[in-house]
């Protein structure tokens, strides 16, 4: 009994999942907004809310999510700004060279800012 409950409990919410589409999916911002920017450490867009026609804009600070670890753009830090040069998004990826550890040297590097960036109804979110 507890089986079919489970079963129909994920299929009611695989069902809702395609039927709101994905402004309600997690991640995968991309495949939902439009005209993705990159001002600073700011993440700004146009995203589409549930409705599936209305884009809004709106915007997030990339600085409260991803930092630099030693040349390397990495979730689960911060203020990547701080180190990081030439920053720029192209999609879903988040691009720039990065101090190493040393202060001198940089590398470059990318993240892919679908893992954790989600449309949620028209607002940017992080979504771990």
Partial sequence: M??????FVCALFLAFN???????????FS??????????SLLTAECEQVDGYTYVPTAIDLNDYIGNINGTLEWGDHLF???????KVDGNLLTG?????????LDSTSINLDEYIANIDGELTFDY
């Fill in 97 to 105: 060279k990065c101090k190493k550890r040393d202060g001198y040297r």
């Fill in 31 to 40: 495949q939902t907004c439009r005209n993705i920017n990159l001002e600073g």
């Fill in 81 to 87: 700004s701080l180190t990081c040069y030439d920053t």
């Fill in 18 to 28: 395609l039927l709101v589409g994905n402004a309600w999916a997690t991640g995968d």
């Fill in 2 to 7: 507890l089986r079919i409950a489970t079963a």
